[in-house]
């Protein structure tokens, strides 16, 4: 299996006050026990992002990043689970531009979102 951090989309999935699930796809970047991903200038209908909102009504989060292909013996996915913060992280900017040219060249403006991993549960199709 690939490394899930060398993987370029995640989805994010958060519960509104509803307690409805809410899911995004993310870029994002891992260092150590956090994931890290950032409100970017992507078109959006509003800045006032259901995620945020979410989170900090909800701080508990999920993500799922996963691999598909036609070959279904290569099919892989990871989901990391834990609390999620909004905060001004510049290191959190400087991975993300590390990681994808797109942010080299138009760093996200934020706000970040730092996801603490508490848990990590790993699936692939074929044995280790």
């Not at 899930?4 to 989805?11: G, I, S």
């Not at 509803?18 to 800045?47: N, Q, S």
Request: net charge neutral.
């Amino acid at each position: 299996m690939p490394s899930p951090e060398e993987a370029t989309v995640a989805r994010l999935a958060t519960v509104g006050t509803d307690g409805r699930p809410h899911i995004v796809p993310i870029c994002f970047a891992i260092e150590g026990d956090t994931l890290y991903t950032a409100v970017d200038e992507k078109p959006k209908r509003t800045r006032r992002l259901k995620r945020l909102a979410n989170i900090e009504a909800n701080p508990r989060v999920e993500v799922l990043i996963d691999h598909y292909e036609d070959d279904w013996s290569r099919l892989w996915w990871v989901r990391l689970r834990g609390p999620a913060r909004i905060v001004d992280d510049r290191r959190a900017v400087e991975l993300l531009a590390a990681k994808y040219p797109q942010y080299r060249e138009r760093p996200p403006a934020g706000p970040v979102i730092a996801v603490t991993i508490e848990e990590r549960t790993e699936w692939t199709s074929s044995p280790s």
